[in-house]
């Protein structure tokens, strides 16, 4: 009697490299497509971020004669990481709420005995307030709870050398945000205007605004308009 004997069915070496490739080529649809969700995923919680600093804001200013922080006081505070600082004092959100979660290299403030001896700074927030310098009047008006839907009040900052941006096929400016390549000329990011709402722009011009009684076309988030007064247009503070 012959003894029985099993045949073991093995992939062949040509086999294994089809697979392997077919694996391979998976891998590397799906990598770039999940990348995508992630920065999805991080812009859509800065975008959260952001409208919670407006909130934070507005509800300061029902103790606060409507006006947001910095205005109003004896001593007023006029830079960004000023009135941020007011908010963290009140524990209006947590120090990691000021920090885009795109940005790994901030650290949240930490808060010394005597606040005045260790203040925050830029390294600790990414987002830029709107500027309300003591000859801005019209952007001074909107730095409290108006409502107004046509005045950005915090967006994400430009990352970039300057603030000239790609506007065709061929990059001139150096402008960038932390959501696009550094100094590539394309900035896009997340604007909170003044009744809470917030868009998800693609550019730095504002199609229109309103700062007080002036109403603009085409308005830079970070430059001032030629001739423009009284702090009648978008600008930035970030210091």
Known sequence: MKPVTKHIKAFTLIEL?????????????????????????LEAECNTRLRGIQQACFMFAQGNDQLYPGLNRDDEKLKASERLQLLMEGNFFTVEYAISPSETTKKGWVRGSDPDDDPVTTDNFSFVCLQIGPDD???????????????AVF????????????????????ISSVHTKQNGGQWHGGVVFNDGHIDAASSPVLERSRYGSSANKDDHLFEEAAGADQGSDAMDNYE
């Not at 009047?137 to 005045?151: D, F, I, V």
């Not at 300057?162 to 150096?174: F, L, M």
């Open 155 to 174: 967006y994400d900052r430009n990352t970039g050398s300057d603030t000239t941006w790609n506007t065709g096929s061929i990059v001139s400016g150096k």
């Open 137 to 151: 009047a019209g952007r001074r008006n909107e730095w409290a709870a108006t409502a107004n839907s046509e005045a």
């Open 17 to 41: 490299l089809v697979v392997i490739s077919i694996i391979a080529l998976l891998i590397g649809i799906l990598l770039p497509a999940l990348g995508g969700v992630r920065k999805r995923a």
